[in-house]
């Protein structure tokens, strides 16, 4: 099968000098909001731009690994396929590859009187990542193909072993939120905000599962693990649902 | 994890195997003896590539880590 991917790609991808989230921020023209976690978000008009630095207490190349068997996992609930779509080793031994995930594609009720009814109830998303095991560095860049127009979420990840300590992993975090959608574009970007911060949750928890699995913490989940598991995901999406109903009426008071 | 194509998944989950263990065993550690992988990965991608186009997702002509040129932070 013929494949039409431009590959342009360096062949060496270090962890660029980047101490801190604050300073990749402060170097954005315009508002930059801090808050307890660490993270930090830059308001403009056309965009919503998002970093934050996260760690996980692993080593570096079990959470390469990990981000290969990641799905599914309790956290991930949302993705309902997975597929690599390409690999390659390049000549400077890096690992390049795209990955495509069919996730469910839930808008808020106040978003959905704007959208078509035939609109698919899934988003297609595709992933990118490079492998560098000389540096010990990977980077991934995730994006919506489906529904750009209405909302683009770009992230872009790096792992690299953490300063401090060798035996776990930092990664590096940055995502650009988006929208063309006429009157409209500022909302859909906080919501996109909004839900974007919830999968970083849910993505760290998948990690962490799914690292702990690796390590033979946990070999085998009970019955009443799972049930837990499940009632989280119901009061997770019931959660959700509360949130959407306050943002709609928060954007009815602010639209109307 | 299931494969977009219904009928890939045997093939996905039978190749995503062979290369956990590639992976992790050889290509971290530096090793080059050459890739176990694939001829299961040919038979995945015939698979796969052919449920893409029936599907019409619009992957073709997306440059590899691609969208994120231009923005601010990049």
Redesign the interface.
Same mark, same amino acid.
């Given at each position: 099968?013929h494949c039409?991917?431009?590959?342009?790609?360096a062949l060496v991808v270090v962890c660029r000098k980047w101490t801190s989230c604050r300073n990749?921020?402060d170097?954005?023209?315009g508002i930059c909001q801090g808050n307890k976690d660490n993270c930090f978000s830059?308001i403009?008009t056309m965009?919503k731009?998002f970093?934050c630095a996260g760690l996980l207490k692993s080593p570096w %190349?079990q959470v390469?690994?990990a981000f /290969?068997?990641r799905?599914?996992n309790p956290y991930s609930n949302h993705?309902?396929?997975? %597929?690599?779509?390409?690999?390659e080793?390049t000549p400077g031994?890096c690992?390049?590859s795209?990955r495509?995930l069919?996730k469910t594609n839930r808008a808020p009720r106040w978003m959905e009187k704007y959208l078509p009814v035939t609109m698919a109830r899934h988003a297609?998303i595709?992933e990118?990542s490079?492998?560098d095991?000389?540096t010990r560095n990977m980077?991934t860049?995730t /994006?919506n193909?489906s529904h750009a127009r209405l909302m683009?979420v770009?992230e872009?990840c790096e792992y690299c072993i953490n300063p401090d300590n060798a035996s776990w992993t930092e990664i590096k975090r940055?995502a /650009?939120i988006s929208s063309n959608l006429y009157g409209l574009s500022r909302a859909v970007q906080e919501f996109g905000l909004a839900r974007f911060k919830t999968s970083v949750t849910k993505t760290m928890k998948g990690f962490e599962y799914v690292l702990a699995k690796m390590q033979g913490e946990a070999p085998l989940r009970t019955l009443t693990e799972q049930a837990t598991d499940r009632a989280r995901e119901t009061a997770l999406a019931a959660k959700e649902k509360a949130k959407d109903l306050a943002s709609q009426a928060k954007k009815k008071q602010q639209f109307v | 994890?299931?494969?977009?194509?219904e009928g890939?998944t045997d093939l996905?989950r039978e190749?995503?195997q062979c290369?956990?263990r590639w992976?992790?065993e050889k290509?971290?550690?530096?090793d080059?003896s050459g890739?176990p992988c694939t001829e299961m990965?040919k038979k995945?991608?015939?698979c !796969?590539?052919?449920a @893409?186009k029936e599907k019409d @997702?619009? @992957?073709?002509? !997306?440059?590899?880590?691609?969208?994120?040129k231009d923005?601010?932070?990049?």
């Open positions: 099968m039409h991917l431009v590959v342009n790609v990749k921020c170097s954005q023209r830059f403009g965009v731009y970093a %190349d390469c690994a /290969w068997q799905y599914p993705v309902l396929t997975e %597929d690599i779509i390409f690999r080793v031994n690992l390049i795209r495509l069919t297609y595709i990118d490079i492998v095991p000389q980077t860049l /994006w193909i683009s770009e872009r940055e /650009w | 994890m299931n494969s977009v194509g890939c996905k190749y995503d290369f956990n992976f992790a290509f971290l550690k530096g080059r890739d990965f995945y991608q015939h !796969v590539q052919k @893409i @997702i619009p @992957i073709d002509g !997306v440059e590899f880590m691609g969208p994120n923005k601010p932070g990049g």
